[in-house]
């Protein structure tokens, strides 16, 4: 065979790849080495492919001091002594996650939890990794030896270049990856989406399977493919290959009865037997047909997901509360929509915020119709949700991503602001969601952040050098327009307000026009949101209502 065969079980191994002549490679351009691991250039060659995995891994930049293969030499017989492997008790950190033994032989199963101990005795930091059985025991495939497989693993874990993250290692940057993966499915998955809102208590418990999917339930030869292009092209790939996992499951399931009483369990039986419907090629296919936001955005929207998840000082695995029943029964009252059509709006927002209970802050009911009482009492919070009832029982609203003293910036002319969070949408006669345009069509702008293929460096939008009304400190930079290059303003103007009127989407019409007495609006199809009109196009308003969301964990 070839030296790399130490640990492989070739009877479970795909044949092919031991069959095809040996390849060389050469290529070290960043855009050829993307198409060719792709391609697979490598997946059919078991030595080439243990040659191009330590040759990406060596290439990593890494803290200077980083354990190699001589270090676990020297600690291995003091940490795991004469112990039988399989009895050794794993560290907390790896969160009782599955430890794939993919095709591993025996030798091979046993190095794997050797090798995670000598790991947690050389990163102490590492709080909160249940990703890394599995990257272990995939890369022992490709190992010589026990301490090759160490250094590899070291290497990925000691990555210090902050534009390419890899692997999580604490339960915040976990955490807030499952938040962000499922802003992602909110905003590319939406029949899926409405899937698991529809059959799940709690949609991002679901979510946060999302690593276990490729890092324990895929077998060998699709996480093999996917992590070909993962140490080429970083984290971002894990996000795309989750994504289309979803929108296949969702496809060969859609219409059929749930297999057990647990939407997360048929979702893990789904990708172990992923075979029987969708092969690597299509998977990857699917992957990198998603016109996913650029690196830039989604590494902004990771880092407002951390901010908001240090605010609440959940940077500890814990007991999570049930998320998506923020909107509890028994203390939630409104005159325009019930508790359910509530909790199907708490399903559109962005995870962040659908941590918090939704707190009426305006009623035209109560403070009656006034344009200046609905500022004074929506001022200083960001989100808010507009929600509005016609005298026709229509009923129709907005989520908006910015506080509404933002529109003193323009003086007293009429101009837009917010970001592309924002959504508006109706719920009677049916309900319809209306995104930013730019979602979508994505061509329609071209992005300000830089190419792919190089990664930009660490951003510090988030920064908390500058005042809170600072719009680059703002929690919500997600699509902030100003990230991209628009052919034209219309297709960003979000939200507008004077002491006249209220404006909601803009370009070739308004999605929402409302008047200074909050007593009639108009609606039509806008460029911002390519909205059909929410309701009928010229309406009266019955009752209006707005919606801020409190923070329950700190009170």
């Known amino acids: ?226 992590f ?42 789904f990708v172990r037997d992923i075979a029987k419907s969708v092969s690597p090629e299509r998977l990857l296919e699917k992957a990198f047909a998603i016109r996913l936001f650029s690196r830039k955005e989604i590494q902004l929207l990771q880092m407002a997901n951390e901010k908001a998840l240090q605010q609440k000082g959940i940077t500890v695995k814990q007991k999570r509360q049930n998320v998506h029943l923020a909107v509890h029964a028994e203390n939630f009252k409104s005159e325009i929509v019930s508790v359910k059509e509530m909790r199907d709006i708490w399903s559109w927002i962005p995870e962040r915020f659908a941590l918090c209970q939704p707190l009426l802050l305006f009623t035209t009911l109560e403070h009656g119709c006034s344009l200046s009482r609905f500022y004074s009492h929506s001022e200083g919070h960001e989100p808010t949700l507009l929600l509005i009832k016609t005298t026709a029982k229509e009923v129709c609203g907005a989520y908006l ?32 969601r209306y995104e930013w345009v730019i979602i979508k069509h994505p061509e329609l702008a071209t992005t300000g952040s830089e190419p792919e293929n190089h990664a930009p460096p660490a951003f510090s939008t988030l920064s908390s050098g500058s005042g809170p009304s600072d719009p680059s400190d703002r929690l919500s930079p997600f699509l902030s327009a100003r990230h991209f290059n628009l052919p034209s303003k219309t297709a960003s103007m979000f939200m507008a307000g004077s002491s006249e009127c209220i404006i909601i989407g803009g370009g070739d019409g308004q999605a929402l026009y409302l008047d200074a007495d909050l007593n009639h609006g108009r609606t039509s199809h806008c460029n911002t949101f390519n909205n059909q009109p929410l309701c009928s196009e010229s309406f009266q308003i019955s009752v209006l209502e707005v919606w801020g969301f409190r923070d329950t964990m700190n009170g």
């Open 401 to 432: 991503s910015t506080d509404w003293s933002e529109r003193r910036r323009g003086g007293n002319k009429l101009s837009f602001f917010g970001t592309g969070e924002c959504f508006v949408f109706r719920l009677q006669p049916e309900v319809e």
């Open 1 to 226: 065979m070839d030296e790399y065969n130490r640990f492989v079980d070739w009877d479970k191994m795909d044949v092919t790849v031991q069959s095809q002549d040996a390849k060389e490679l050469s290529c070290t351009e960043f855009q050829e080495l993307k198409q060719l691991a792709r391609q697979g250039y490598w997946a059919k060659n078991h030595s080439l492919r243990a040659k191009v995995y330590h040759k990406l891994i060596s290439n990593i930049p890494c803290r200077t001091v980083t354990p190699d293969a001589n270090v676990y030499r020297d600690i291995v017989v003091k940490i795991v002594g004469k112990r039988n492997s399989s009895s050794l008790p794993l560290p907390e950190f790896v969160d009782n996650s599955l430890v794939p033994t993919y095709c591993l032989n025996a030798e091979g199963i046993g190095a794997v939890r050797k090798i995670i101990l000598c790991i947690a005795n050389q990163f102490p930091d590492i709080s909160f990794c249940p990703a890394l059985p599995s990257v272990i025991a995939l890369l022992l495939h490709y190992s010589k030896d026990e301490a090759e497989c160490f250094e590899q693993v070291c290497r990925i874990l000691a990555c210090n270049d902050p534009s390419k993250r890899l692997i999580d290692q604490t339960f915040l940057a976990f955490e807030s990856s499952c938040m962000t993966f499922g802003d992602l499915v909110n905003k590319y998955c939406q029949a899926a989406h409405k899937l698991m809102v529809a059959v799940s208590e709690d949609v991002l418990e679901v979510y946060s399977d999302w690593q276990r999917w490729l890092f324990g339930e895929l077998p060998m030869v699709y996480i093999a493919r996917v």
């Open 228 to 269: 070909d292009v993962f140490l080429v092209e970083g984290y971002k790939v894990l996000y795309r290959v989750a994504l289309a996992l979803l929108k296949f499951f969702h496809k060969v399931r859609a219409g059929q009865p749930m297999e057990s009483d647990s939407i997360q369990q048929d979702i893990r039986a």
